[in-house]
């Protein structure tokens, strides 16, 4: 007989939620003071050895993969989910999972709402990312419930944890519980953000409980977050008995195998983006439109524009037959964002694009910023932004705390480094004037850094995209293959 869960502890929904807003509110304000003690009390510690243990769990490659000895555990998935994006994130697992199970007679059914927004499809078939057709979601229920090819369905990932188990959470443990033991399934969810727990909170401990749960990151640092949180929760006295402890957690990087670039970059950096919803909670464009207007100001010919009292009206304007292209700062979202007018020709929004238009346009860039406007995005949340740069071979202006976070992406093939003393609009001048002149009071480790950036320049090869990608879908692919094996 399968175990009766209705006698394991289960706290009530007021009593969990509860709990774990205190504990997200605990974890939030001690973790980031922990983290800080330790990496001061340990200042000759290498960059890449920060959060070693866990960064190794989440990415490293178990060596019997190496040699032909993946057997399966799972072979008929269910993939499935209710909200309407995120499919970009998801079928890059989905396409490693049939390519790994095609040999062993494994099938993966992906349940979502067609037609893919944005004209994904188009993508779906060129880069193959799935050989099946989309069911609805309201299929899938019915089909975990009874069967999926003639049999039952025993690994179910759900594209987007938040929502996904809100909508499908209590139904998928019923049916859990009503499964023959030899008939169980096991849940793996992709999860974007820490902080959205609090939508789940009932179902996450629920399948705790039944130790049938696994977090799919898609960064080392959200995976970290989840990890630690996990494990704080498993010292609380009344949920001792939940097996948090014991809750797997993987990083998969959703990059899809887009064509290489084959743009060729201007001599003179003038195309920068910033990827990302037009919300100021997001993106810090208020700072980036302050500080651009006010170095143009200060020297309109370096950014290839005249001076403002040379012109009738009072909005920069690109100086005429110059032999050295303007600047353009590119914003690419949805959303309502004003800009400044005084920026009216500097500041170009993009929305609405369909993903190869997005594409189209991203691969045309000198330069990606992620202007993040919050420190969430270095701690409990992931940025598309990051994995759009690396799609698309472009290279992101990033400070040394970027590159902590994102241990994924921290390679000088695909970044350019600044310091945190040198703002992205001074870092973008540095580049398009060739020069850094120090002024009195610069730090020499902020000197050394500037002429480091300045030295590395700003270009950097298809090539060393092309490299780092592989090593990543490696890893990537190893991911796949622990779930699938329930390692």
Request: net charge negative; aromatic share 12%.
């Amino acid at each position: 007989m399968p175990p009766d869960f209705s006698d394991h502890l289960h706290l009530d929904h007021h009593s969990i939620s509860g709990l774990f807003k205190s504990r997200v509110a605990l974890y939030t304000g001690i973790t980031a003071a922990i983290l800080t003690v330790f990496l001061l009390a340990q200042p000759s510690l290498p960059r890449s050895l920060h959060f070693k243990p866990v960064v190794d769990q989440f990415t490293s490659s178990p060596s019997q993969y190496l040699f032909g000895d993946f057997q399966p555990v799972h072979k008929n998935v269910a993939v499935a989910s209710m909200f309407p994006f995120h499919e970009d994130v998801y079928l890059t697992i989905v396409q490693q999972m049939e390519d790994l199970l095609a040999p062993y007679d494994g099938r993966v059914q992906v349940y979502s709402p067609t037609p893919l927004p944005y004209g994904f499809q188009d993508i779906v078939d060129d880069l193959e990312l799935y050989s099946g057709s989309f069911k609805a979601p309201k299929d899938f229920l019915p089909a975990l419930q009874s069967t999926q090819f003639d049999k039952p369905i025993d690994l179910v990932l759900l594209g987007t944890c938040n929502f996904d188990f809100r909508d499908w959470g209590k139904e998928m443990i019923a049916i859990w519980d009503s499964r023959p033991a030899d008939q169980k399934f096991q849940v793996a969810c992709v999860a974007h953000n820490l902080n959205d727990m609090h939508y789940w909170s009932d179902d996450f401990t629920a399948l705790s409980e039944r130790g049938v749960l696994r977090i799919i990151a898609i960064a080392d640092h959200v995976a970290h977050a989840f990890h630690e949180f996990f494990q704080d929760l498993a010292d609380e006295p009344e949920l001792i008995a939940s097996g948090f402890e014991y809750i797997k957690t993987d990083v998969h990087v959703p990059v899809l195998d887009l064509p290489p670039r084959t743009r060729t970059p201007s001599q003179v950096l003038s195309q920068a983006v910033v990827q990302g919803f037009f919300s100021p909670e997001r993106r810090d464009y208020a700072r980036l439109f302050q500080e651009l207007t006010q170095a143009i100001l200060e020297d309109p010919a370096v950014w290839g524009y005249q001076a403002l009292n040379a012109t009738s009206e009072k909005v920069f304007k690109p100086i005429p037959d110059s032999s050295v292209p303007p600047f353009q700062l590119n914003l690419a979202g949805e959303g309502y964002l004003e800009v400044p007018h005084v920026l009216r020709n500097v500041v170009k929004k993009h929305a609405g694009l369909s993903y190869p238009e997005f594409y189209d346009l991203m691969e045309s860039m000198d330069v990606v910023i992620p202007a993040f406007a919050t420190n969430i995005y270095y701690e409990k949340q992931a940025s598309s932004t990051v994995v759009m740069a690396i799609e698309c071979d472009v290279p992101m202006l990033v400070t040394h705390r970027f590159r902590e976070s994102y241990t994924y992406a921290d390679d000088d093939r695909v970044l350019i480094t600044r310091p945190q003393g040198l703002s992205e609009i001074g870092a973008l001048k540095v580049f398009r004037t060739q020069q850094y002149i120090p002024t009195p009071g610069d730090l020499p480790e902020f000197v050394h850094d500037v002429h480091e950036m300045l030295d590395g320049g700003w270009k950097r090869p298809v090539e060393g995209f092309q490299a780092m990608k592989k090593e990543l879908w490696k890893r990537n692919k190893d991911v796949a293959r622990r779930i699938l094996t329930d390692q």
